[in-house]
């Protein structure tokens, strides 16, 4: 049961432009959601979060909106430099412990 | 401060031999967690441990897999009898006792993983 969704596996965006990454879940328990960032042969590091009582959370070029009624997060990256070439991860928890996962979205930064 | 440390990195297995993968968490963490990713897919929760007690293993699969975290030493994914489908990348994570971490998402930190084939 595949509860954090990404149904872009792939994203192609020219360097300076935004890139936009979706996320949707089904489960409403959920009341933390974060994206990792995993380059090959390493493990995700973390990259944002956002917790289930905001809509909204910047760091720098990354923000993450949440849209609670949609169960939808998106994570915005602008503007994208070829350094943020990697797959994406969307996660989601409801407790301290386990994260439920999506597929990932591998982002390619084009000059 | 050493961050979370797998080893091997990389191992290799026949059909029917057991696996054991190691995972040493970042210093004062007490929690570790293991996830397995298969190609093509996300990170699947595996199970969650606390030193010498398994909080959560509802992601385990019923035959063949155990996990310990000894008092002292390294967490231990333990895989006996392995079979082709159990050819994957496994990720240990380690976060401090709740209440203890700092901001949401500073509290899970990943190791490099361990990549697992099965000839």
């Known amino acids: 049961d595949q509860q954090v969704k990404q149904n872009s596996p792939s994203l192609s965006v020219q360097e300076g432009r935004i890139s936009i990454l979706n996320c949707d879940y089904t489960?409403?328990?959920?009341?933390?959601f974060l994206w990792y960032k995993k380059y090959p042969a390493e493990g995700p590091t973390f990259l944002i979060s956002?917790?289930?009582?905001?809509d909204k959370n910047e760091d720098g070029r990354f923000t993450v909106f949440l849209n609670k009624s949609a169960k939808h997060l998106s994570l915005h990256i602008v503007p994208s430099q070829p350094g943020d070439s990697a797959v994406y991860f969307c996660?989601?928890?409801?407790?301290?412990?386990?994260?439920?996962f999506g597929a990932g979205t591998q982002v390619v930064v084009t000059p | 401060n050493a961050g979370v440390m797998q080893n091997p990195r990389h191992l290799v297995r026949r059909r029917g031999q057991e696996a054991r993968l190691r995972c040493s968490p970042m210093?004062?963490?007490?929690?570790v967690y293991w996830y397995r990713q298969l190609p093509e897919e996300g990170l699947k929760f595996m199970v969650y441990?606390?030193?010498?007690?398994?909080?959560?293993e509802s992601g385990m699969p019923k035959e063949r897999f155990s996990a310990e975290f000894p008092k002292e030493g390294p967490s231990i994914l333990r895989i006996q009898q392995v079979v082709r489908g159990d050819s994957a990348a496994y990720f240990c994570?380690?976060?401090?006792?709740?209440?203890?971490?700092?901001?949401?998402?500073?509290?899970?930190?990943f190791g490099p993983g361990t990549r697992l084939t099965v000839t």
């Open positions: 210093k004062g963490h007490s929690h």
């Open positions: 489960n409403s328990m959920f009341d933390y």
């Open positions: 994570a380690s976060s401090p006792p709740p209440g203890l971490a700092g901001p949401l998402g500073e509290q899970w930190y």
């Open positions: 441990l606390q030193k010498e007690n398994i909080i959560d």
């Open positions: 956002i917790s289930s009582i905001k």
């Open positions: 996660a989601a928890t409801d407790s301290w412990g386990k994260l439920q």
